[in-house]
């Protein structure tokens, strides 16, 4: 499995900004598409971004779209995701994951089409 390390988490205020890393040290991110979920108190997980292996194909959740913002940098093997006008309701734990190989970010971001995840970070929006 491949071992993915988060980072960019914090308390921030509403309104406020943050950026998240998604980082791998032992093998190139260059195959995969990337995805971030979160998991908010009580709440299940859900797909909030994805970002395909050449950065082409991007997705966002309706409740993030024209606020957040993924990219990758495969010559620093990172992901990031851009996270503006942060809102209560986006407090949570958010995770990157590996895809599958034959995965592309097209369509609904299933968890079972990734199958290596990180830690997670913990996002607090609160004032």
């Known amino acids: 499995q491949l071992q993915l390390v988060e980072s960019g988490g914090g308390l921030v205020q509403p309104g406020g900004s943050l950026r998240l890393s998604c980082a791998a040290s032992?093998?190139?991110?260059?195959?995969?598409?990337i995805g971030w979920f979160r998991r908010a108190p009580g709440k299940e997980r859900e797909g909030v971004s994805c970002i395909s292996n050449r950065g082409g194909g991007k997705n966002y959740a309706d409740s993030v779209k024209g606020r957040f913002t993924i990219s990758r940098d495969n010559a620093k093997n990172t992901v990031y995701l851009e996270m503006n006008s942060l809102k209560p309701e986006d407090t949570a734990i958010y995770y990157c994951?590996?895809?599958?190989?034959?995965?592309?970010?097209?369509?609904?971001?299933?968890?079972?089409?990734?199958?290596?995840w990180g830690q997670g970070t913990q996002v607090i929006v609160s004032s």
């Open positions: 994951a590996a895809a599958k190989l034959y995965y592309d970010c097209s369509g609904y971001q299933d968890p079972i089409d990734f199958d290596s």
């Open positions: 032992e093998f190139s991110l260059d195959y995969y598409a």
